[in-house]
Nanobody, 122 residues
Framework: QVQLVESGGGLVQAGGSLRLSCAASGRTFSMYAAWFRQAPGKEREFVAAIRWSGSSTYYNDSLKGRFTISRDNAKNTVSLQMNSLKPEDTAVYYC????????????????WGKGTLVSVSS
């Protein structure tokens, strides 16, 4: 079992940057950590994922180049650096983990955080 706590959300102007963090406590072995987001009135959307012990990363192609996922094993955190933010990036951002030997966006996530709100003003 793992507990996830997101932080770093807030209000930012278009073109600005934010860095989200997700602190994980509990089992991190054979785990992939990911960020999802859900905008008002829309379905939850995959943003990025990273292997907890390794360098493999996966991105939503539409966001790659503006968003970067990273992790700090010493601090048990995974971060999402978001640059050149747009109003359409406004959403609740969720941290989630998936256990397994490989990443699959089509397999359900095992645990979710409660989310952190990102609002981008025009």
């Amino acid at each position: 079992q793992v507990q996830l706590v997101e932080s770093g959300g807030g209000l930012v102007q278009a073109g600005g940057s934010l860095r989200l963090s997700c602190a994980a406590s509990g089992r991190t072995f054979s785990m992939y950590a990911a960020w999802f987001r859900q905008a008002p009135g829309k379905e939850r959307e995959f943003v990025a994922a990273i292997r907890w012990s390794g360098s493999s990363t996966y991105y939503n192609d539409s966001l790659k180049g503006r968003f970067t996922i990273s992790r700090d094993n010493a601090k048990n955190t995974v971060s999402l650096q978001m640059n050149s933010l747009k109003p359409e990036d406004t959403a609740v951002y969720y941290c989630a983990v998936q256990y397994g030997s490989s990443w699959s966006p089509f397999r359900g996530m095992d645990y979710w955080g409660k989310g952190t709100l990102v609002s981008v003003s025009s």
